[in-house]
């Protein structure tokens, strides 16, 4: 789905009322009634793609911390357990009507950058625009049960890291510590990934995840690294693998 900053109703849906069975009354209230396309999120396993993520402005952008940060549309939550939420975007430089993320919102993000597969264009020219499906590697059914070694692996190098580099981890490589508070924001930065507890979370839980993969060794010692980048930014993932 696309939204626009005049496209607040798909995510907030329309004002109903309602009634609340409470202990010992009914209580009368405003809630939302989410838009039809939202249905299938609590209803059956699902997807939510939000496209063109680059073209909304901050105020959009605060309405879909909404679904990113508390799995709700309208006033209804998603099926937590088998709903997926992506977002897409062009960088914001080339986007049209582009708006960087706030820095807020950005760091409720994982931050991929899309890499051209030359090998499958070629092959797509070659047998007249027929392109291979892309080869994408699946997790063990029972990837939850194995995860876990792995996560507290990585939290213990991240807890000796941070003793090592005192402040890791929380470091705002967007603000500028020579100016006063609030100003000296390189927005360049702000709106990718960078690093803050949330996303060293997000940030061990992805790589533990990519261990099981069973990538070989080289291929998996890079994409652990592209998970990190992407989670807490290049500068903070740079430090931490060259003292691992």
């Known amino acids: ?45 699902s997807m939510l793609l939000m496209d063109e993520m680059t073209n909304i402005g901050p105020q959009m952008q605060a309405a879909c911390h909404t679904p990113m940060a508390e799995g709700k549309i309208g006033g209804l939550p998603m099926r937590a357990a088998d709903c997926w939420i992506g977002a897409l975007g062009n960088p914001a430089e080339y986007a049209t009507n582009g708006t960087p ?23 797509g020219l070659e047998q007249g625009l027929e392109f291979p499906a892309p080869k994408v590697p699946l997790m063990p059914r029972d990837w939850k049960d194995q995860v876990q070694p792995h996560v507290e692996h990585l939290c213990l190098m991240v807890r000796l890291y941070r003793k090592h ?22 927005m360049a930065k702000a709106s990718k990934a960078w690093p803050s507890f949330r996303t060293t979370e997000y940030a061990i839980r992805l790589a533990a995840a990519v261990r099981l993969l069973g990538l070989p060794g080289a291929q998996e010692d890079s ?16 430090q931490f693998f060259r003292w691992l």
Request: hydrophobic letters at 40%.
């Open 101 to 123: 993320f706030s820095p807020a919102f950005a760091n409720r993000l994982v931050h991929f950058k899309w890499q051209p597969d030359d090998e499958a264009f070629d092959i």
């Open 223 to 238: 994409a652990v690294k592209n998970a990190f980048t992407a989670c807490v930014g290049a500068e903070q993932t740079d």
């Open 165 to 186: 580099a005192a402040g890791s981890f929380m470091q705002m490589p967007y603000l500028d510590p020579t100016k006063g508070e609030g100003s000296g924001v390189d």
């Open 1 to 45: 789905i696309r939204f626009s900053d005049e496209q607040k109703a798909k995510l907030y849906g329309k004002i109903t009322n309602t009634l609340i069975n409470g202990v010992s009354q009914d209580i009368a209230c405003w809630s939302s009634m989410p838009a039809e396309w939202a249905v299938d999120l609590f209803t059956k396993p």
